[in-house]
């Protein structure tokens, strides 16, 4: 079986400093894996994924995750934050027809 | 705006009831999926229509149909109603049939709440 943790329900960082939102992951075989942001009242948008390419993944809004096999995660980053990046940001794993959501990381951004 | 539009926006309704939630793709886009956002459960995946079949399941509940129509949008059914069924429902789209690697836009939701 494949799931997702997201460590940490809220995280709080100052603006200008660095995000780190932690993923781990559990998969028997190498799987797809994404970040995905939801800003209050909206749908889910896609940040950036990983499809067994490069390690190193950026997405948009200057968001990179790195995928550490060794570690089975996936944390996602940004070295400033911006208040705009307050949102809920989701880990998903992919592998065949089925896709899992982490509970969900609410950043907050302080002034 | 991703292009995914979902009608209604809120519903409301009583125990026991059926609603129907509506969901139209983007342009172009042949895959729809169907998501439960709650509180207690998180994000759930329920069921994926690609081309007007049914693609892929995930946790969706037999008091749960849906299904897509020729013109791809896409319908909701949920019956017998529940307290626990409330919920925000999310429709996405993606351009092809591949759920794993398909990049998926979503729509803004229906908040469902059964009172």
């Known amino acids: 079986a494949q799931s997702v943790t997201q460590l940490g329900s809220h995280v709080s960082v100052s603006e200008g400093a660095l995000v780190l939102l932690r993923c781990n992951y559990s998969s028997s075989v190498p799987p797809y894996l994404f970040w995905y942001v939801q800003y209050p009242n909206q749908g889910l948008q896609l940040l950036l994924k990983?499809?067994?390419?490069?390690?190193l993944v950026k997405g948009i809004n200057g968001f990179e995750a790195e995928f550490k096999k060794s570690e089975t995660s996936f944390h996602l980053t940004k070295p400033s934050a911006h208040m705009s990046d307050a949102a809920e940001y989701f880990c998903?794993?992919?592998?065949?027809?089925?896709?899992?959501f982490g509970k969900g990381t609410r950043l907050h951004i302080l002034p | 705006d991703s292009g995914v539009t979902q009608t209604p926006k809120h519903l409301i309704t009583a125990t026991g009831q059926r609603v129907t939630l509506r969901c139209s793709p983007r342009?172009?886009?042949?895959?729809v999926y169907w998501y439960q956002q709650s509180l207690d459960q998180g994000l759930q995946f329920l069921i994926q229509?690609?081309?007007?079949?049914?693609?892929a399941k995930g946790n969706i509940l037999e008091r749960f149909s849906a299904q897509q129509f020729p013109d791809l949008h896409s319908e909701l059914n949920l019956s017998s109603l529940e307290l626990g069924d409330s919920a925000l429902y999310f429709c996405a789209s993606s351009p092809f049939m591949g759920l794993a690697t398909d990049t998926q836009y979503f729509g803004p939701g229906t908040r469902l709440t059964v009172l």
């Open positions: 998903a794993v992919t592998r065949d027809d089925k896709i899992i």
């Open positions: 229509y690609y081309n007007g079949e049914e693609r």
């Open positions: 342009s172009g886009d042949l895959s």
């Open positions: 990983y499809t067994s390419a490069a390690t």
